[in-house]
């Protein structure tokens, strides 16, 4: 089934229902939201030359034309890319590049010409979602929306990996409808009325909720600042009612220390994307009462792997309630979770493993990819990276990240890709970046370096290099200079050794 039914079928029945509501003024009701996705879909057939199984990019911050261009791709049978506007113009132009995007939407946080710059090939049309071409396009005539396989791609996620090199992860109209179906069977009971704010970006979890709630008629509300502001969430929270949001713990806690008025308005808040410390989470609750909810989950399985409901957080009848807080829940409806061994086995209850996972959820595979699709999807299970633990009512606990992934502020930052631009510097003779605890940001960067004979660079340069190959929020916040990085006998680096070191250490500048 084309997940663009999804809009048309609440919109023939709740025509005058609110559907994106921007800056304080309702953009579209399903009825008008579902007419202009029509005509962007016509757009993009007859003016900008997309065909079925085509790639457009959505290099995009926050906004109402993000609903309609995601339904207008789905509608014309097209591939939507939503990309991070946080990247590098050089990181934008490798997806665009990997995916051979046809048209790529952008709003003024991008800069179309250096991404063009960056790209030898080209062959990608940018539209400013802002500009009078955009507008125009609207007017086309209407498409028929598109019959699509529930095994065609509809999302192509972008994730970086160990290899340094983003990974676009095929997220299918099968996936992505199972998805649709957790959400509202296991997360959020969304229905017409309630309001979903997008305060996280639209490119990631925020961006993927609007399809359950797209599905139940409810509102997307988008913030006049585009993202993360605790005081207008404030004064959302005093005017609309039933508002939800997904949020990293790291936002969770900003509105905890933050949020002046009562949590009357607020239905949930969903968290993920990080690691909640118990202690945090029971501040959260003294603060909004029963009104969190936790999901674990990957691009690879989209949002969609464990869930510690909101009345899970309170229930306290068996005396583990702590065990729970501690925990990532349990697996959503339809998901089959293992901890499996070096065998891909399935370990023994309490025994820790690699986290592993299957169902209608997981991805189709990875673009351009067949090497490291075969070896993340080996056995049948979805291999997470993760390590963690089944207790016998099976709540899984995470223990490590397998893969060294760091989360700051809710942004993923992958060691390996800053370690590779770090080594580009002639003094730099070996490095290893890693995520140390910070009360504002969950985690931070920081690089331990050793350098080559001679006089060490300075921090301002290993700053300048890293803004011009990655993106702001990626640079390491502290540089460490050593002697030598501590490994084991293969020579692999060991960098919990180095996290145990650094955490005794000052706090990050």
């Known amino acids: 089934m084309n997940l663009a039914k999804h809009l048309f079928r609440s919109a023939r029945r709740l025509p005058g229902q609110p559907a994106v509501i921007e800056r304080d003024r309702v953009e579209h009701t ?18 900008l030359g997309v065909a079925a199984g085509d790639r457009v990019a959505l290099a ?45 939407f952008v709003t003024d946080e991008v800069d179309s010409a250096a991404i063009d710059a960056a790209r030898p090939a080209g062959g990608t049309t940018f539209i400013d979602v802002d500009s009078r071409e955009y507008r125009a396009l609207a007017h086309e005539a209407p498409a028929a929306v598109a019959e699509v396989a529930p095994d065609d791609t509809a999302w192509l996620f972008y994730t970086s990996g160990t290899t340094g090199r983003p990974k676009g992860v095929m ?10 179906l957790n959400y509202l069977a296991d997360v959020d009971a969304a229905a017409a009325g309630d309001h979903l704010l ?39 929270m005093a005017l609309a009612p039933k508002v939800k949001l997904f949020a990293a713990p790291t936002m969770v806690m900003r509105l905890v220390d933050g949020m002046k008025g009562d949590a009357e308005c607020l239905k949930g808040i969903i968290y993920g994307g990080g690691p909640m410390y118990v202690a945090d989470c029971l501040r959260a609750l003294d603060r909004f009462g029963p009104r969190l909810t936790q999901i674990y989950g990957q691009g690879e399985a989209p949002m969609t792997i464990s869930v510690l409901p909101a009345g899970e957080h309170v229930d306290d009848h068996d005396g ?130 050793a350098t080559q004979p001679g006089a060490p660079p ?52």
């Open 60 to 104: 995009m911050g926050n906004n109402a034309a993000y609903v309609e261009l995601l339904y207008a791709c789905w509608a014309a049978g097209a591939t939507a890319i939503p990309i991070n506007v946080k990247l590098h113009p050089k990181e934008i132009a490798f997806i665009l590049d990997d995916a051979g995007a046809r048209v790529c």
């Open 171 to 180: 997220l299918t109209h099968r996936n992505l409808l199972a998805m649709t």
């Open 320 to 449: 583990r309630r702590m065990q729970r807080l501690a925990s990532a829940g349990r697996a959503q409806t339809g998901v089959d979770l293992a901890v499996l061994g070096a065998d891909d086995r399935p370990l023994a209850e309490g025994e820790i493993g690699e986290v592993a996972v299957r169902g209608e959820m997981v991805m189709r595979g990875y673009l351009n990819n067949a090497e490291a699709t075969a070896k993340t999807l080996a056995s049948g299970w979805l291999h997470t990276g993760d390590l963690g633990h089944l207790d016998g009512q099976g709540y899984l606990t995470l223990v490590d990240r397998s893969k060294d992934l760091i989360i700051s502020g809710g942004s993923n930052i992958y060691p390996r890709e800053v370690e590779e631009v770090l080594l580009r510097h002639p003094q730099v003779r070996e490095v290893a970046v890693i995520g140390v605890h910070d009360a504002d940001w969950g985690e931070v960067a920081v690089a331990v370096v």
């Open 458 to 509: 300075g921090e301002a340069e290993l700053d300048a290099l890293c803004l011009h190959h990655i993106a702001r929020f990626k640079r390491p916040k502290r540089y460490v200079f050593v002697a030598e990085l501590p490994k084991n006998a293969t020579g692999k680096v060991l960098k919990r050794e180095l996290r145990e070191q650094l955490d005794s250490l000052s706090p990050p500048r």
């Open 198 to 236: 997008h305060a996280a970006p639209m490119s990631h979890g925020s961006g993927l909720y609007t399809l359950p709630n797209v599905a139940a008629a409810a509102t997307q509300l988008i913030p006049a600042s585009r993202g993360f502001d605790v005081p207008e969430i404030d004064e959302i």
């Open 30 to 47: 399903y009825g008008t939201l579902a007419r202009r996705t029509l005509a962007l879909a016509g757009a993009l057939h007859a003016r």
